[in-house]
């Protein structure tokens, strides 16, 4: 991490960091305390304090960086987002495709109750792993023979998730370079597969576990796709952190869970042509510069300001406090504990900003294997 930019990223991180064990404190705390005795009254009372710390990132998004997010979608399907329980499927473009999820679900009004299936490592990121881990995120290992108990036992537990709820699920399995395109397409070509352009082949096990265990709770599934224009710069956590503004569009089209086929073959189908139609899709929008006229207004909300503002105010007592009681500045050992702490703190937003961009490989280990799709291998990935 280069000098000047660890003069913006340290307070933020240590911002985020220092909130974010008061909000895993209070997570535990009612994981013991609350859930024994009403497991609808923790997950009511989680939603409220995740968003606590989620928020962060969200402000990250909206008024540090300034990213500008637009949504096309038809009117219907806007004013019934938040409102019902989803599966979302989605492209997976960048770094930070799952806080535009964030965002879209905080204007939503579900930010708590928005889930995902994730790496198993993820849970060990401190903060924001273990928030995840107290919300009931999936972790996977990302080898099926594994994971299918995993996912099947995590998705029937949200049968009765007492708010509406968005479970999101990279069908993918990684994040798209142009290096798994080229392994993707020489796939299609060599199998008769529609050759894609702008997505990868979809990895349909876990979609089609989730159709299955799902179809009787949760009404629909929406269909996302995420561009970024070409005026515009990729959006990376390194820039976010920055204050470096982007551009991202995304298109979403709501499906009734009820209209998809019943066999898990025809629904491992169904999710290859919603593949095929999101390429064709994204053609368009390369050509067009937007996906259509269906923008909606989605604004930006001050919540995610008063938090950062309200956590920032107390983080400078707690901090003046502390030098106070412990005269930090009046001791070696004071110094050395405060450099310490602003060390780690260092350490860990390399680490968060390093894991968002885990999934990028490089163009000689990419396009030395073809991918496998549909549980071929202990390889294949569900999200």
């Known amino acids: 991490m280069a000098i000047a930019a660890a003069v913006v990223i340290v307070p933020l991180g240590l911002l985020f960091f220092t909130s974010g064990l008061v909000v895993n404190l209070i997570q535990a705390l009612c994981f ?32 540090w960086a300034g990213v500008k997010i637009e949504l096309y979608t038809d009117s219907e399907t806007f004013k ?7 599966l979302v499927i989605c492209n997976h473009r960048s770094d930070i495709d799952w806080l535009v999820g964030w965002v879209l679900a905080q204007r939503s009004g579900c930010l708590g109750s928005t889930l995902a299936v994730m790496k198993k490592s993820s849970k060990l990121l401190p903060v924001i792993g273990w928030s995840m881990w107290f919300s009931e995120y999936l972790f996977l290992e990302r080898n099926w023979a594994k994971d299918e108990s995993t996912l099947k036992s995590g998705l029937q537990r949200l049968r009765d998730f007492p708010l509406p709820f968005w479970l999101a699920l990279f069908v993918e399995g990684t994040r798209f370079t142009q290096a798994k395109l080229l392994a993707a397409q020489e796939y299609a070509s060599s199998t008769g597969l529609p050759i894609p352009r702008n997505v990868l082949i979809p990895r349909t096990k876990g979609f089609v576990s989730a159709v299955a265990h799902m179809r009787s709770f949760v009404p629909a599934i929406y ?25 991202v569009h995304v298109h979403l089209k709501r499906h009734l869970m009820e209209e998809l086929p019943e066999s898990d073959d025809a629904v491992a189908q169904w999710c290859k042509d919603v593949f095929v139609a999101k390429d064709k899709l994204l053609d368009k929008h390369v050509a067009e510069g937007s996906f259509g ?91």
Request: hydrophobic residues 45%; charged residues 20%.
């Open 32 to 63: 013991v305390l609350v859930r024994p005795l009403s497991k609808s009254t923790y997950r009511r009372i989680n939603r409220e304090v995740a968003e606590l710390l989620w928020l962060e990132l969200v402000w990250l998004v909206d008024w």
């Open 80 to 86: 019934l987002m938040g409102k019902e329980h989803a």
């Open 223 to 247: 269909d996302v796709t995420v561009a970024i224009p070409k005026s515009s710069p990729q959006p990376t956590m390194l820039r976010l952190f920055k204050g470096q503004s982007s551009v």
């Open 293 to 383: 006229e269906q923008l909606q207004d989605m604004g930006c909300p001050v919540k995610s300001l008063l938090v950062v503002s309200s956590w920032g105010i107390l983080m400078i007592l707690g901090s003046l406090k502390v030098f106070q009681w412990f005269s930090m500045f009046s001791s070696w050992k004071g110094i050395l504990f405060l450099s310490l702490a602003l060390a780690a703190v260092t350490i860990l937003m390399q680490i968060l900003i390093q894991f968002s961009q885990s999934e990028r490989s490089t163009p000689a280990k990419a396009s030395q294997k073809k991918p496998k799709i549909d549980g071929e291998s202990s390889e294949n990935k569900v999200h």
